[in-house]
T-cell receptor
Framework: DGGITQSPKYLFRKEGQNVTLSCEQNLNHDAMYWYRQDPGQGLRLIYYSQIVNDFQKGDIAEGYSVSREKKESFPLTVTSAQKNPTAFYLC??????????FGEGSRLTVL | GESVGLHLPTLSVQEGDNSIINCAYSNSASDYFIWYKQESGKGPQFIIDIRSNMDKRQGQRVTVLLNKTVKHLSLQIAATQPGDSAVYFCAEIYNTDKLIFGTGTRLQVFP
């Protein structure tokens, strides 16, 4: 089945550690996105990529990094520089001019 | 540091009633609009979309209305059911790939 897969679904991190969230899609979409969602709030854009080997900062990129070495994959690293990383992270892909398809999310908790 | 997001507005309806969720979009050049439904702990799911050359589109139990004059989008849900309880987001797209999400509305359905 075509879709977008995020892993892990739940992740715990100690303060000062970097963690990487995986996002894979087999929809052959060029564009991919990472959003952060805090409890009871909307979606905030972290990074996006419209083509392989290229990506741009979103509204809240500080403390995060991404790579786009393959069309299918857009991993997000939450670095130790991110002061408040506990949140729900959503990855999405988009065909040009169309709607976004979202993964099921990854919930990161800092202990 | 990061800006603090606004908490979501809530719409409470009785089961069987019709629901109307509203969204004001920001860019008069936006030409494609989407409504998403997000259940607790899950990724947003596509509900219905509409292009700017239309003012109304109907799906199963859902209708989207577009008023370009006042930059307003609404989602109507007929005969609201408990399974409709979720957060609903509108999104606008302009220049083919620039996507903006609204802040979202929480729909609560009471028996």
């Amino acid at each position: 089945d075509g879709g977008i897969t995020q892993s892990p679904k739940y992740l715990f991190r100690k303060e000062g550690q970097n963690v990487t969230l995986s996002c894979e899609q087999n929809l052959n979409h060029d564009a991919m996105y990472w959003y952060r969602q805090d409890p009871g709030q909307g979606l905030r854009l972290i990074y996006y990529s419209q083509i392989v080997n290229d990506f741009q900062k979103g509204d809240i990129a500080e403390g995060y990094s991404v790579s786009r070495e393959k069309k299918e994959s857009f991993p997000l690293t939450v670095t130790s520089a991110q002061k408040n990383p506990t949140a729900f992270y959503l990855c999405a892909s988009q065909r040009r001019g169309g709607e976004l398809f979202f993964g099921e999310g990854s919930r990161l908790t800092v202990l | 540091g990061e800006s603090v997001g606004l908490h979501l507005p809530t719409l409470s309806v009785q089961e069987g009633d019709n629901s109307i969720i509203n969204c004001a979009y920001s860019n008069s050049a936006s030409d494609y609009f989407i409504w998403y439904k997000q259940e607790s702990g899950k990724g947003p799911q596509f509900i219905i979309d509409i292009r700017s050359n239309m003012d109304k589109r109907q799906g199963q139990r859902v209708t989207v209305l577009l008023n370009k004059t006042v930059k307003h989008l609404s989602l109507q849900i007929a005969a609201t059911q408990p399974g409709d309880s979720a957060v609903y987001f509108c999104a606008e797209i302009y220049n083919t790939d620039k996507l903006i999400f609204g802040t979202g509305t929480r729909l609560q359905v009471f028996p």
